[in-house]
């Protein structure tokens, strides 16, 4: 079955503590991407990558890293997280073409979140 | 730099009415456009795309979007709701042309479909 796996889905946490949010997809897709979730603000996009070790920022990059190194993950880390980053995570992987070019059939397949609370 | 504008944040329409979700879109390139659908308590799912060729769009459960280059719109629309399409939708745009794939959303239009 096509999947895009986040872990873990609920994550509460304190000011400053390291950690990775995995997202792992299993469709060989060379796009992969970061978005967070906040109320009245919609989808913002964090990083995304188009194929390993190709990475680039989106809008709101800062407090964020990511690394692709292998073709199916593509780990979210946050080095020092603050309450600012409480948010509610989706990772998405898809064809390069779905995002330009390609087949009209191409499309994203999204994880389905992870919660993310920062005391 | 790119940005997108849902005007507005809150459709109620009633069930089997016309529906249409506004977007608006700034760019100083080319674009591709891109409507998603939330469902309650769910991820997220590709509603349908605008890349090239023509202007009119349909996607998947009965919506079709129409590209307007000289408005700069990308609305979405349903000739017939149904309580099912209760969501939040949301605009995208991303450069047109190889080379960049940052997309920007906008910030949603939660869709109440009455009884």
């Known amino acids: 079955e096509a999947q895009v796996t986040q872990n873990p889905r609920y994550l509460i946490t304190v000011t400053g503590k390291k950690l990775t949010v995995t997202c792992s997809q299993n469709?060989?897709?060379?796009?992969m991407s970061w978005y967070r979730q906040d109320p009245g603000l919609g989808l913002r996009q964090i990083y995304y990558?188009?194929?390993?070790?190709?990475?680039d920022k989106g809008d709101v990059p800062e407090g964020y890293k990511v690394s692709r190194k292998e073709k199916r993950n593509f780990p979210l880390i946050l080095e020092s997280p603050s309450p600012n980053q409480t948010s509610l995570y989706f990772c998405?992987?898809?064809?390069?073409?779905?995002?330009?070019?390609?087949?009209?059939?191409?499309?994203?397949?999204f994880g389905p979140g992870t919660r993310l609370t920062v005391l | 730099a790119q940005s997108v504008t849902q005007l507005d944040s809150q459709v109620p329409v009633f069930e089997e009415a016309p529906v249409e979700l506004r977007c608006n879109y700034s760019?100083?390139?080319?674009?591709?456009l891109f409507w998603y659908v939330q469902y309650p308590n769910q991820g997220l799912q590709l509603l349908l795309k605008?890349?090239?060729?023509?202007?009119l769009v349909k996607g998947i459960n009965g919506f079709e979007a129409e590209f307007n280059k000289s408005q700069t719109s990308f609305h979405l629309r349903k000739p017939s709701v149904h309580i099912s399409d209760t969501a939040e939708y949301f605009c995208?745009?991303?450069?047109?042309?190889?080379?960049?794939?940052?997309?920007?959303f906008g910030k949603g239009t939660k869709l109440s479909v009455i009884p």
């Open positions: 998405a992987s898809s064809p390069l073409g779905a995002l330009a070019g390609g087949r009209s059939t191409d499309t994203q397949y």
């Open positions: 469709m060989n897709h060379e796009y």
């Open positions: 990558s188009m194929n390993v070790e190709v990475t």
């Open positions: 760019s100083s390139v080319s674009v591709y």
């Open positions: 605008y890349l090239s060729g023509s202007t």
């Open positions: 995208a745009v991303a450069p047109g042309g190889a080379g960049s794939y940052q997309l920007t």
